[in-house]
């Protein structure tokens, strides 16, 4: 059984709590539905394909490790055409979605990864034996 879990893997985790807390702020201050789901659907986005990109690139680094370059390019290139594919349709129904919640659900994956990187930063500091 896998005791320790990359930060990938804990990014994943930890994205649904911050998202609910969120979403549930955000309903509470602005009563507006269409916010919240502005919110999911950015979060959902990022969630789909950092998801993504982590399997394709861990199924890489195991089986093929030649291709892990043109992999990266490509993956990078379908998440950013996804990514303005959905802020594109987003900004053409302004009024029933809202672009900067989108953007913000979108950057949710990046602001999760951020935290949990210095958290674990501080935490190793910490340690004297490093363990």
């Known amino acids: 059984m896998k005791t320790k879990t990359n930060i990938i893997e804990m990014t994943l985790l930890f994205v649904f709590p911050y998202a609910l807390l969120f979403s549930l702020i955000l309903y509470l201050a602005t009563k507006d ?5 502005s919110f999911v659907l950015g979060t959902f986005t990022g969630l ?3 998801s993504m990109s982590y399997r394709v690139m861990k199924n890489a ?3 093929a490790p ?3 370059r043109s992999k ?3 993956l990078y290139l379908v998440k950013m055409v996804f990514y303005g594919f959905i802020l594109y349709y987003v900004s053409t129904k302004p009024d029933e979605w809202n672009i900067y919640f989108v953007a ?5 994956y990046r602001i999760v990864l951020l935290v949990l990187t210095i958290v674990q930063s501080i935490r190793k500091s910490g ?3 490093g363990a």
């Open 33 to 37: 539905i269409d916010f919240l789901l």
């Open 48 to 50: 789909l394909m950092n």
């Open 61 to 63: 680094f195991a089986n």
């Open 66 to 68: 030649n291709t892990i």
């Open 72 to 74: 990266t390019i490509i």
């Open 104 to 108: 913000v659900g979108i950057l949710s």
């Open 127 to 129: 340690d004297i034996d």
